[in-house]
């Protein structure tokens, strides 16, 4: 069982992000405020559910968090900032998102940027630890999926309606058939040998 708070002194809220190696669209993270005493028999770290089990997760966190909210930092910002400080930025803008201000954020990791003058907590592998951040993740997780499956009607081809823009061998595959689109990450290795392919960069 996952524990419901860190410390019963605060507001927590629990943080996380989605898609930090993908290949294409956005990093996207997640910021949740549970009750003190919150249980769920069911809610873990978003990477050992099902799609099915995160789907009615995320109708349950939303339901019952006191506050919850969801960030986007987009590819161009991934370029020019990297990953890393994206992730960090996009868990800033979800924690200032929240209608409730917390007193102490909980990170799944172990690195953070800190965000004004509120307290941090960075816990490794703290979405299988924490309810705060397992919600965040299973939030982040769903939102950036949807997303890629709707871009994956706008860019056929690259299977992100199953890969959701990870380094899949058929969404490499189809870079080298295909070409890069404007939603790649081109600050990434999109390919082993990508430094002998002229990409197409006129897809759009």
């Not at 969801?70 to 994206?86: K, M, T, Y």
């Not at 939102?143 to 899949?168: C, Q, S």
Request: glycine share 4%; proline share 3%; aromatic share 8%.
């Amino acid at each position: 069982m996952l524990l419901s708070c860190f410390s019963k002194k605060y507001i927590e809220a629990g943080c996380d992000e989605a898609g930090r190696g993908c290949l294409a669209g956005p990093v996207v993270a997640a910021a949740v405020i549970l009750p003190k005493r919150y249980r769920h028999k069911t809610l873990n770290d978003s990477k050992q559910l099902t799609k099915a089990e995160r789907d009615a997760l995320r109708i349950d966190i939303q339901r019952d968090a006191i506050a919850w909210a969801v960030a986007e930092v987009d590819h161009e910002e991934i370029d020019r900032i990297n990953i890393l400080n994206a992730s960090f930025k996009a868990m800033h803008l979800a924690v200032d998102k929240l209608p409730i201000r917390p007193e102490l954020l909980l990170i799944d990791g172990n690195r953070f940027k800190p965000y004004c003058d509120i307290r941090h907590e960075c816990i490794i592998k703290g979405d299988e630890k924490y309810l705060s951040i397992a919600a965040a993740s299973v939030l982040a997780k769903t939102h950036r999926d949807e997303l890629m499956i709707k871009m994956a009607e706008e860019f056929p081809g690259y299977f992100w309606e199953t890969n959701v823009g990870y380094a899949t061998e058929a969404h490499r595959e189809a870079i080298k058939q295909l070409g890069i689109t404007r939603i790649h990450r081109r600050s990434f290795t999109l390919l082993p040998e990508q430094l002998e392919i002229e990409f197409d960069v006129s897809a759009t």
